[in-house]
Antibody, heavy 120, light 107 residues
């Protein structure tokens, strides 16, 4: 059974870089079947798609965040990561890692989410 | 980016009610739409993919329909565990975009 687990600091200072990792178990991230995805949700608000990394290392980012986002994959460690630079209070959110199935685009597995607060 | 508009933003219903939530895309997306359920403090859960395909393990009281720009999620007989927020998500193109959510509350 696939499991995804986010990890990283829960508090980041304004202007710094938010860094999160998603550990994956039960399935190889070195698979052509999935896009490894980050999604976020500000407190009390809706969901925002951040981007994905494919097993080849190719990426696709939300244009609204593209200049600040980097998503990478480490197949040897079965994990993928998110970096968001120059954060502000508007980046305070629960960050979810998730798996999108390449063939029908369903997001069928999610991590539990991690709250990241941007504050000095 | 494709804009997804859900309605209503919230609704009040009773156990046993039939509930319908709609989602409209700003341009045609074929059948490339999913529905997700989210409970407080939890990650979203996939209910429906490709507009009308029921995810394994999801009760049959949930159903989806539509294509092009207009889509519907129906719960035929609302159960206590169905009070939650529901989101549509277009997966026709990148960036993926969600509807703003529909909160189903107890009447």
């Amino acid at each position: 059974q696939v499991q995804l687990q986010e990890s990283g600091p829960g508090l980041v200072k304004p202007s710094e870089t938010l860094s999160l990792t998603c550990g994956v178990s039960g399935v190889s991230v070195d698979s052509a079947n999935y896009y490894w995805t980050w999604i976020r949700q500000p407190p009390g608000k809706g969901l925002e798609w951040i981007g994905y990394v494919y097993y080849t290392g190719s990426t696709n980012y939300n244009p609204s965040l593209k200049s600040r986002v980097t998503i990478s994959i480490d197949t040897s460690k079965t994990q993928f990561s998110l970096k968001l630079s120059s954060v502000t209070a508007a980046d305070t959110a629960v960050y979810y890692c998730a798996r999108e199935y390449y063939y029908d685009s369903s997001i069928d597995s999610w991590g539990q989410g991690i709250l990241v607060t941007v504050s000095s | 980016a494709i804009q997804m508009t859900q309605s209503p933003s919230s609704l009040s219903a009773s156990v046993g009610d039939r509930v319908t939530i709609t989602c409209r895309a700003s341009q045609g997306i074929g059948k490339n739409l999913g529905w997700y359920q989210q409970k407080p403090g939890k990650a979203p859960k996939l209910l429906i993919y490709e507009a009308s395909s029921l995810q394994s393990g999801v009760p049959s009281r949930f159903s989806g329909s539509g294509s092009g720009t207009d889509f519907t999620l129906t719960i035929t007989s609302l159960q206590p565990e169905d009070f939650a927020t529901y989101y549509c998500l277009q997966d026709y193109t990148f960036p993926r975009t969600f509807g703003q959510g529909t909160k189903v509350e107890v009447k």
